[in-house]
């Protein structure tokens, strides 16, 4: 496996932010190849860090052939390792198509309320993003991100903040909007205090899957506090997960009334969807936080490209 140390950052002290600055080390031309790659960040806990991101790409691809990218983020507790061995194992078509990319989180946790990180996780998901997008084998207009559990909260984030045109695809797997993202009057920006108070507007013309099991003791699915999540001040408020998705899709343009019953049912799996697809909610009856595994690779490269409805 290869190791490539591509971008170098700095901190501005006196606000305590991260910038990261790309300072990529190869030619226009050069194609992307499977292996480790690193993000240098600094910020309140560390300076000059080197955050992982590992890459994997087909076996088969031609040269020259342009790919789409799929990130994916882990859970807490989770590493960028284990989440590529166990997606690459569910999902051999993905690996045959698409350029796979497993970010590490800062002490295997994701910065959105209270986690051991306090990195700056919006910009080093946005450069790894643009440091792919000048390799001549990527698609850089075909980019897709999911996040489980504190990745899908980071998806969110991202999805709520992120002005980056190269995302076409947001995958929330088991935690739908959380009370500070979305606290019944707007979403909301995190902030460098994590004190989300500025209200923000979405980019539109996104396309967003969640996936959320009925019986999630961690992610409540009809929202209210965690038993687990810490937050400031208690425990970390969800939103209905059902809520969650109906207030994406108004986002996005969907203008009618908030779906009562699911689009269509399939065993255990409840589906609604707005806008034709673009917006759709996975509904699991009997599923906890291990829910993510009721979504087949099928669905999942069926939403990718389009064709689920």
């Given at each position: ?5 591509v971008?170098?950052g700095?901190?501005?002290h006196f606000y305590?932010i991260?910038l ?7 030619s ?12 240098q ?18 076996q088969?691809?031609?040269?020259g052939q342009?790919?789409p990218v ?7 507790g ?17 690996a045959e198509s698409y ?7 800062y ?5 959105i309320i209270?986690e051991?990180?306090?990195?700056n996780d919006l910009?080093?998901i946005e450069?790894?993003i ?8 990527v698609d850089?207009g075909n ?5 489980s ?5 980071l998806?969110?984030q991202i999805?709520?903040?992120?002005k980056?045109?190269r995302?076409?695809?947001?995958i929330?797997a088991?935690s ?6 979305h606290d019944?009057?707007g979403?909301k920006?995190?902030g460098a ?5 500025k209200?923000?507007?979405p980019?539109k013309g ?6 959320s099991?009925v019986e999630?003791?961690?992610v ?14 208690g425990k ?14 108004r986002?996005m343009?969907?203008q009618?009334?908030?779906?009562s019953k699911p689009?269509r049912a399939?065993g255990?799996?409840e ?10 909610h996975?509904?699991?009856?009997g599923a906890?936080?291990g ?10 490269l ?8």
């Amino acid at each position: 496996m290869e190791v490539f140390v591509v971008m170098t950052g700095f901190r501005i002290h006196f606000y305590l932010i991260a910038l990261t600055v790309a300072i990529p080390f190869w030619s226009t031309g050069d194609e992307l190849k499977s292996g480790e790659f690193f993000t240098q960040q600094s910020w309140s806990q560390e300076t000059d860090f080197d955050r992982l991101w590992l890459v994997n790409l087909p076996q088969n691809a031609e040269p020259g052939q342009k790919l789409p990218v799929f990130l994916f983020l882990h859970g807490n507790g989770g590493n960028a390792r284990a989440a590529m061995m166990g997606f690459l194992r569910r999902h051999p078509r993905m690996a045959e198509s698409y350029i796979l990319v497993f970010p590490q989180g800062y002490q295997k946790s994701w910065n959105i309320i209270s986690e051991r990180s306090r990195a700056n996780d919006l910009g080093f998901i946005e450069e790894i993003i643009e440091t792919l997008a000048t390799f001549d084998n990527v698609d850089p207009g075909n980019f897709s991100v999911m996040g489980s559990s504190n990745g899908a909260a980071l998806v969110n984030q991202i999805a709520i903040e992120s002005k980056n045109p190269r995302i076409l695809n947001y995958i929330t797997a088991v935690s739908q909007l959380n009370g500070f993202q979305h606290d019944g009057t707007g979403f909301k920006a995190k902030g460098a205090e994590n004190d989300y108070g500025k209200k923000v507007s979405p980019l539109k013309g996104k396309r967003i899957l969640n996936i959320s099991g009925v019986e999630d003791r961690l992610v409540p699915y009809n929202g209210g506090p965690s038993r687990v999540i810490p937050a400031k001040g208690g425990k970390l408020p969800f939103l209905d997960a059902e809520e969650s998705i109906f207030l994406w899709a108004r986002q996005m343009g969907y203008q009618g009334e908030k779906l009562s019953k699911p689009t269509r049912a399939e065993g255990d799996k409840e589906i609604f969807s707005y806008l034709d697809g673009d917006v759709i909610h996975y509904k699991i009856s009997g599923a906890g936080h291990g829910a993510t595994g009721a979504l087949t690779e099928t669905e999942l490269l069926a939403f990718l490209t389009g064709s689920d409805q």
